[in-house]
């Protein structure tokens, strides 16, 4: 058991602080109003009369965590000066003490039901570290652990964040980042109800970096004439070439860009790159080399069991495929406006300081320089503060690339000009502040892509991981069996980061062993799991079918009963009439005009007589066996007639 019971860094409540500014959206959809209950409360808390955009700023990351730039805090105390909270004299800002006493209890309310709303998610963090990953934390840590996840998530993507630098001593960040993307993965794949309390602070996390926009009083510029040009990596995930999760957030940016008025558009050079990549996928699966190949694209191909011919037609299909996202191809502009030239040599030397280009023939490298370099040519000069005002933009998910061309290109003249080339993660925070009605499920895409990147080995661990297995299998201390569940089956990649501690350890024989008692510990969880789902699916088959048969049956029996009542109510009045017709015949055909009964009584004797069998033979005929029977014959008729009806009119 790893025990890290003892607290390392200083509790903060940042995380409750970004659920606060989530809740205050809601109420309120302005990017700076809903700092302002924050900003308020923390001049409250504080002994300084006085008010400045720097006491405010330590104040506000003391209370509550939150780094706001000193510009971005100037214009939100202009909001603060506006709710009444602070009286200026001789241009010094000052607290009004009343105003800000009346703000105390509707924020403590808010701020009470968040708290309740975290504390019980640290403790299924807790709960969960505990029981399935044999670590212990305790509630500072967790608290830490969560910062830290959120904060390197954006710092990976070089993404400017509110959320202060965190560390705890006993874990590497990389494990930490682990832990929580599993813990954030059982939320979600369990439907737990604790995944809707990290939507909220995750979104509030989005939320909160509305402070670094060039103009956060105005998110809504529309993008004027603006063509956005997209990275080789951001397309194969945006084609879906590296499985659903990676894809979700990057189609959903597409579609939030062409809704502001954005031109999506591809460079040729890159079209080829990505042909490139499917041909290379495409002959390591034709000759079947595939023990050390490792990859996004080709692990995705591999775990989908795509044939050569199958990647082959993706790529006959590739502009195709990229003209359904509304993405046209471009030539890169020429070089004859020598004076918007850059300097390709420098570039290079840049990105080679910075990204390890692992490709064999050296293509990669000249494929970013000229993305670079034609994107600075179409924008002719001009340097833009505004992403929606820049003539062009290159769109990548390498985040070195992106930094090493900010770095690059960045001007004393221009500090806050628009970089050429931008992280996809950076833009689509930017757009979803825009547009963030526009794309309510945006947050959640971006929490499971970011997880699901949290869980996966890098590269450099795979191809580690990679060679161990051959080396086992080249001396045999491995069956072919096991090889295969080691580099093929669906769980090697979880079995190697639980192994690994999230990639923390080394990779040895007893790592590779212990990843392949996950592996098959996971598959017998997962065939008895398979196993009580059939046998579910079964009884709750047969439950319904036996509860389908009994409202069919009770159907049957009401129609039967209903038929029944309505063939005998018939046949009565078929008996009524017939007497009725038997009387009235009767009457006609007696002899009335009689000699009068002195003078002959022997033949009335014989008239009523005559009556007497008559009407006998009347009660025998309506009521004896041979009409008896033939009216309950055509009564049983009549009733399956009517029954017959019914069940059709009722079906």
Same mark, same amino acid.
């Given at each position: 058991m790893h025990n890290l019971n003892r607290a390392t860094t200083s509790n903060t409540s940042t995380l409750v602080s970004l659920a606060i500014l989530k809740t205050n959206y809601e109420n309120n959809r302005d990017f700076l109003e809903i700092f302002v209950p924050i900003v308020a409360e923390?001049?409250?808390?504080?002994?300084?009369?006085?008010?400045?955009?720097?006491?405010?700023?330590?104040?506000?990351?003391?209370?509550?965590?939150?780094?706001?730039?000193?510009?971005?805090?100037?214009?939100?105390?202009i909001r603060v000066k506006k709710r009444g909270y602070l009286r200026q004299e001789n241009r010094i800002l000052y607290k009004n003490a009343e105003k800000l006493a009346d703000l105390e209890s509707s924020f403590k309310q808010v701020q009470l039901n968040v708290v309740r709303m975290y504390e019980d998610l640290i403790k299924e963090f807790l709960r969960y570290c505990d029981t399935q990953l044999d670590i212990e934390f305790n509630e500072s840590e967790a608290d830490n652990a969560f910062q830290i996840y959120l904060r390197e998530n954006e710092v990976r993507n070089y993404q400017e964040t509110v959320i202060p630098e965190r560390r705890l001593s006993k874990l590497s960040t990389r494990s930490v980042i682990y832990f929580v993307g599993m813990f954030i993965k059982h939320l979600e794949e369990t439907h737990s109800s604790h995944f809707a309390s990290w939507t909220t602070i995750s979104t509030g996390n989005m939320l909160a970096n509305s402070v670094y926009l060039a103009d956060p009083a105005q998110p809504n510029r529309r993008f004027k004439n603006t063509s956005i040009y997209f990275d080789t990596s951001f397309l194969i995930y945006a084609l879906g070439y590296a499985g659903e999760p990676r894809q979700a957030p990057c189609t959903e940016l597409l579609e939030l860009l062409y809704e502001v008025g954005a031109d999506l558009k591809v460079f040729r050079h890159t079209i080829e790159e990505i042909r490139g990549i499917l041909a290379a996928c495409e002959n390591r699966i034709a000759q079947g080399q595939l023990s050390t190949a490792y990859g996004d694209t080709l692990e995705y191909f591999i775990s989908k069991r795509y044939s050569a011919t199958d990647i082959a037609l993706l790529s006959v299909q590739l502009e195709r495929d990229l003209g359904s996202l509304r993405i046209t191809v471009e030539e890169k502009p020429d070089y004859s406006i020598h004076s918007y030239v850059i300097d390709e040599d420098g570039l290079k030397l840049s990105l080679n300081s910075r990204i390890p280009y692992r490709d064999p023939d050296g293509s990669a490298i000249y494929h970013d320089i000229d993305s670079i370099s034609a994107i600075v040519r179409l924008r002719r000069g001009k340097a833009e503060t505004f992403v929606e005002y820049s003539r062009a933009l290159f769109v990548t998910s390498n985040s070195d690339l992106a930094q090493a061309s900010k770095d690059f290109f960045l001007s004393e003249k221009h500090p806050r000009a628009v970089?050429?080339?931008?992280? =996809? %993660?950076? *833009?689509?925070?930017?757009?979803?502040?825009? #547009? &963030?009605?526009?794309?309510?499920?945006?947050?959640?895409?971006?929490?499971?892509?970011?997880?699901?990147?949290?869980?996966?080995?890098?590269?450099?661990?795979?191809?580690?991981?990679?060679?161990?297995?051959?080396?086992?299998?080249?001396?045999?201390?491995?069956?072919?069996? =096991? %090889?295969? *569940?080691?580099?093929?089956?669906?769980?090697? #990649? &979880?079995?190697?980061?639980?192994?690994?501690?999230?990639?923390?350890?080394?990779?040895?024989d007893v790592t590779i062993g212990e990843a392949l008692t996950y592996i098959k510990d996971n598959m017998i969880a997962e065939e008895q799991n398979r196993t009580q789902e059939i046998a579910s699916e079964r009884d709750a088959a047969r439950t319904e079918a036996e509860s389908l048969q009994a409202a069919e049956n009770e159907r049957k029996a009401r129609i039967k009963s209903r038929s029944q009542r309505w063939a005998s109510f018939v046949m009565r009045w078929v008996k009524w009439i017939v007497l009725v017709l038997l009387a009235i015949t009767t009457l006609t055909t007696f002899p009335w005009d009689l000699p009068p009964i002195e003078s002959n009584i022997l033949q009335y004797i014989l008239i009523f007589l005559q009556i007497a069998l008559l009407i006998t033979g009347i009660i025998n005929a309506m009521f004896g066996t041979p009409i008896e029977t033939y009216l309950r014959k055509a009564e049983i008729s009549l009733s399956h007639r009517i029954e017959r009806f019914l069940t059709q009119l009722s079906s």
């Open positions: 923390a001049i409250r808390i504080s002994n300084e009369e006085i008010v400045t955009a720097g006491n405010v700023q330590k104040d506000v990351e003391q209370q509550f965590g939150l780094t706001i730039p000193q510009n971005t805090l100037k214009t939100i105390l970089p050429p080339c931008v992280t =996809d %993660y950076d *833009l689509t925070t930017k757009i979803w502040l825009k #547009k &963030a009605h526009s794309a309510p499920n945006l947050p959640r895409k971006r929490i499971i892509a970011d997880y699901y990147a949290a869980i996966q080995p890098d590269n450099g661990l795979l191809k580690q991981y990679y060679e161990e297995i051959e080396k086992l299998r080249e001396g045999r201390k491995i069956t072919r069996e =096991d %090889y295969y *569940l080691l580099r093929y089956s669906l769980e090697s #990649k &979880a079995g190697l980061m639980e192994a690994t501690r999230g990639g923390e350890d080394a990779i040895t």
